[in-house]
């Protein structure tokens, strides 16, 4: 038996975390998102979700240090104060940086800058005061592991040898959340608290449904590039194999085979597609 606290679990990889983790009427799921009725109304219309009750769902925007705070209390209460995995899977995906160069980005410097600002409050700011505020929990746990779900684009040898020039800024933003989780790991090892940042791969839930023709092609652009990095990649995984890789990638993971504060892909090791 294991109590779990993820963020994000409204839609997409999150969602489908809470899925497969609450499969197993043992654990406890503790979801954080930001409109509770809706998606404790989502659950209540899932055919395998509904009748488990071992999902919690909890409400805060990851924005509010407050009540990401009441989250953390509200949590305590259900498990007794302690938690075996912290989950950081919510994330924002830009719809601003995905079709063009860093170069084009800034002909737009507003929208530059409020994207970046989002994105890092998202991934960064919010994050570390996850990490804290949970942080009394994952001590009192048994297993002590948390993940920041991260991204392959945070990776400078992929950018630097097949000039990976889209997404600038949630890259950016990735790679500063990878260094956010290395420097928990830093302080929290000694603990024996296993931090560790993990990318999903390339996932199918729907961020490019309303993408127009040239953006499309600009994306395209990507895939040619992933084609040469990984020439057995046939395109996106579901959420359902992506989150069953990503788990057995944190099962593995210990500290005592030298993962703490490590960034692994779905595979648990560099290779991101
Ligand atoms: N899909 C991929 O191919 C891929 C690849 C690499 C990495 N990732 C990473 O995997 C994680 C999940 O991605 P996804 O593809 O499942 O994305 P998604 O479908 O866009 O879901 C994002 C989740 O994050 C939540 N969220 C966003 N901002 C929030 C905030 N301020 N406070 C609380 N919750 C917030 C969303 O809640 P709302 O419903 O309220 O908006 C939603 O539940 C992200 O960290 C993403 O960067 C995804």
């Known amino acids: 038996m294991a109590t779990y606290v993820i963020t994000g679990v409204s839609r997409g990889i999150g969602y489908e975390f809470l899925r497969q983790i609450s499969k197993d009427p043992n654990n406890v799921v503790i979801g954080i998102v930001r409109d509770q009725p809706t998606t404790l ?10 009748t488990r009750s071992n999902i919690h769902i909890l409400e805060a925007d990851l924005t509010s240090y407050d ?28 719809q601003f940086d995905p079709y063009d160069p ?29 990490y804290n505020l949970f942080m009394p929990l994952i001590l009192k746990g048994k297993t002590k592991k948390v993940v920041g779900i991260s991204s392959g684009f945070a990776d400078l040898d992929i950018t630097n040898n097949f000039d990976l020039d889209l997404s600038a800024l949630y890259s950016i933003s990735k790679a500063a959340m990878n260094m956010v989780t290395a420097k928990f790991s830093a302080e929290y090892k000694k603990q024996g608290v296993l931090f560790l940042s993990i990318c999903p791969g390339m996932v199918e839930v729907g961020h490019w449904n309303n993408s127009t023709p040239e953006q499309l092609q600009s994306l395209g652009g990507n895939l040619v590039k992933f084609a040469e990095y990984a020439p057995n990649f046939k395109g996106p995984d579901t959420p359902e194999a992506s989150t069953q890789a990503v788990i057995s990638v944190w099962e ?22």
Do not use: C, M, R
């Open 102 to 130: 860093i170069s084009v980005l800034g002909e737009k410097p507003q929208e530059l800058e409020a994207d970046l600002h989002k994105l890092i409050n998202i991934h960064v700011v919010a994050n570390i005061h996850l």
């Open 67 to 94: 009540a990401l705070k009441k989250a953390a209390a509200e949590t305590a209460k259900i498990t007794g104060g302690a938690i075996d995995y912290l989950i950081g899977n919510a994330g924002y995906v830009s």
């Open 41 to 50: 109304k989502k659950v209540s219309e899932d055919a395998d979700l509904k």
């Open 252 to 273: 593995k993971a210990s500290l005592e085979n030298g993962d703490g504060g490590a960034f692994l892909s779905h595979f648990g090791n560099k290779q991101w597609l």
